[in-house]
């Protein structure tokens, strides 16, 4: 079973990706593809909101398998989407092979070479910096929150992160950059935990280049813990919490768990992934808090970066990408953290991306008149 929610067109064609996973129902679709109009319009392009998936499993499946379900997505998909009406991307299960597979089939139904997908790789339209963007952008913003709200950063502190694919491998990577030190890690299986930090390289192998489990990473650094439990995760003691897989992760139990051990920043890489009683917990007990409208938001970023280029049939360095990305990420909570402070409480974020992302959609639409 198959979705495209196509949320909100007022401020540029519907922008989101697409989540290959057994869990995808068209109620997950709807509050992604709404997030993603708020996301999308914080990010100060002109892109509007929307979302896609299919409830199959690409677990285990083999490289023909897996482009022969993206050729049959496509087949139907086609004719609802394009280059100035709606531009899918990467999410969960889809990364850069499956959006290598669904805009090939694209081009061969519609005959034209346009930039209808974001994600693509690099030979055919793809932007340097992309597979990184979110979990870089995550860590740019986090960084900026610390600095305004704390006067501190990433610097020495203790960092768990959830998940361990595309977004969370890149906030590993970033983190430790700068001066942090990743303990815990997961996907859904359980969680590795090593006091001395996680290796990016191992689990880019392990992840990414095999399609692996994460207790793999015992075989490179035996000392390393792993609990087939990956909930229990939020009880690490850390500083910071990056959750980085998937929506409602932590519950109230694990918000509970996080202040107890004085969490100074929690950082959605995820859509959604405390649920609102966790959220209101963060914010009532004045934890730093990005909300993942806000924080993750340099995903799709980069792609609508993406976009420019491949309109302009031009490619930028990946220092290029790289910086616009951090400018823009700062930029956003400086955005965010203002219009909270000014609606009475620099704490409430999420209150902040609220207010900014809506505000421009719906003066766009007001201004488009209504029907
Ligand atoms: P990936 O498929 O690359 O990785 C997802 C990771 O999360 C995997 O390690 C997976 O483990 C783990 N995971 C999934 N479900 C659970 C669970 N119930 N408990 C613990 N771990 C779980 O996806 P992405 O990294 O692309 O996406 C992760 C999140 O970030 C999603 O919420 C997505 O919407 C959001 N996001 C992604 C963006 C992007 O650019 N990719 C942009 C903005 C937001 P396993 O392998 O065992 O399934």
Redesign the pocket.
């Known amino acids: 079973r198959a979705f495209r929610v196509q949320f909100n067109s007022a401020i540029g064609p519907y922008k989101g990706?697409i989540?290959l996973h057994p869990s995808v129902n068209q109620s997950i679709m709807k509050f992604?593809a709404f997030e993603q109009t708020l996301k999308n319009s914080l990010t100060g392009l002109a892109m509007g909101g929307g979302k896609g998936g299919c409830d199959f499993d690409p677990k285990g499946k083999s490289d023909v398998e897996i482009m022969h379900f993206c050729q049959s997505f496509i087949t139907e998909l086609f004719r609802h989407i394009g280059a100035d009406t709606d531009v899918p991307a990467?999410?969960?299960?889809t990364?850069a092979r499956e959006v290598g597979y669904m805009f090939g089939q694209y081009k061969r139904l519609k005959n034209e070479f346009t930039g209808v997908f974001t994600g693509k790789g690099l030979a055919f339209g793809g932007s340097l910096a992309r597979p990184e963007?979110?979990g870089y952008g995550l860590c740019y913003f986090t960084n900026k929150m610390l600095e305004v709200m704390k006067q501190t950063s990433f610097k020495d502190k203790k960092v768990i992160i959830?998940?361990?694919?595309?977004?969370?491998m890149y906030a590993l990577q970033k983190v430790t950059e700068l001066g942090g030190t990743v303990v815990a890690m997961?996907?859904?299986?359980g969680y590795i935990y090593n006091e001395n930090g996680i290796d990016f390289e191992v689990i880019k192998e392990i992840?990414l280049n095999n399609r692996l489990r994460i207790n793999e990473y015992l075989k490179y650094y035996p000392e390393t813990v792993y609990v087939a439990n990956?909930k229990e995760i939020w009880g690490v003691k850390c500083d910071i919490a990056l959750p980085?897989?998937?929506?409602n992760?932590i519950d109230i139990e694990d918000a509970e768990k996080l202040v107890a051990n004085n969490v100074l920043a929690v950082a959605e890489?995820?859509?959604m992934p405390c649920t609102l009683e966790a959220t209101n917990y963060f914010i009532e007990n004045n934890v730093l808090y990005g909300p993942a409208k806000a924080a993750?938001a340099g995903?799709?970023l980069v792609s609508g970066l993406e976009m420019s280029q491949n309109s302009m049939r031009l490619s930028w360095s990946f220092e290029e990408v790289d910086e616009k990305l951090k400018n823009q990420m700062e930029k956003i909570f400086m955005e965010v953290y203002e219009c909270a402070k000014h609606y009475g409480n620099e704490y409430n974020t999420v209150l902040g991306a609220n207010i900014s992302g809506f505000k421009k959609v719906a003066t766009a639409m007001m201004a488009q008149g209504v029907c």
């Open positions: 990706g989540r992604l990467g999410d969960i299960g990364g963007a979110t959830s998940g361990s694919g595309n977004v969370a997961s996907d859904s299986g992840k990956s980085c897989a998937t929506q992760e890489g995820a859509n993750n995903g799709v």
